[in-house]
């Protein structure tokens, strides 16, 4: 049961796994350039580097949103998450189905499939508008979980 603020001690503060550990930031990102800093003396650079303070949508705009329009055009993509344990691949990719997230937490995958529903959706539409056939589309989809060199089908 979570715990509400009124039910605390009034001198009692929550604090984050985080801060209780004393981790602190150690990565900068290079203002107006997509560039992180590790340490003083090493600089790497990407398209796109996204801040402490970025958002899910932000995120889902700049890297995926343009490549599930491009499905449409009949190209592949790939959205792959990596990082260590803990760096945030569940979060960002949105398959974490935890129930306190909100709507502006929302990753990528539930993003992406809105995306592409709708996009089927507003393709239909706009054939029958302008009275020709409707496109069909076929979508499939996997689950699979990769560890080691084993892969699970996880909807079986
Ligand atoms: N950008 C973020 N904002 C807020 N919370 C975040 C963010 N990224 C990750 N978290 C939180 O940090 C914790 C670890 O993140 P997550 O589970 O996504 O890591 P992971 O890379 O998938 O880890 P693992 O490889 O162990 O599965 C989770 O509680 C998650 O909700």
Redesign the pocket.
């Known amino acids: 049961k979570s715990l509400h603020s009124q039910q605390l001690p009034h001198n009692f503060q929550t604090m984050a796994k985080e801060k209780i550990e004393g981790c602190h930031v150690c990565t900068l990102v290079t203002p107006g350039e997509p560039q992180v800093l590790l340490g003083k003396d090493k600089a790497f650079t990407y398209d796109f580097v996204f801040d402490i303070d970025s958002e899910q949508h932000h995120i889902y705009q700049a890297c995926v949103y343009k490549l599930i329009e491009g499905c449409f055009e009949g190209y592949n993509a790939t959205v792959f998450?990596y990082?260590?344990?803990?760096?945030?691949?569940?979060?960002?990719m949105g398959t974490?189905f935890?129930v306190s997230l909100t709507q502006q937490?929302q990753g990528i995958i539930p993003r992406a499939v809105h995306q592409l529903f709708e996009g089927i959706q507003n393709r239909k539409v706009r054939a029958q508008e302008a009275g020709t056939q409707p496109p069909e589309f076929k979508v499939s989809a996997q689950f699979l979980e990769v560890g080691d060199t084993l892969l699970f089908d996880l909807f079986k």
């Open positions: 998450a990082g260590q344990t803990g760096s945030g691949k569940t979060y960002t974490g935890d937490e």
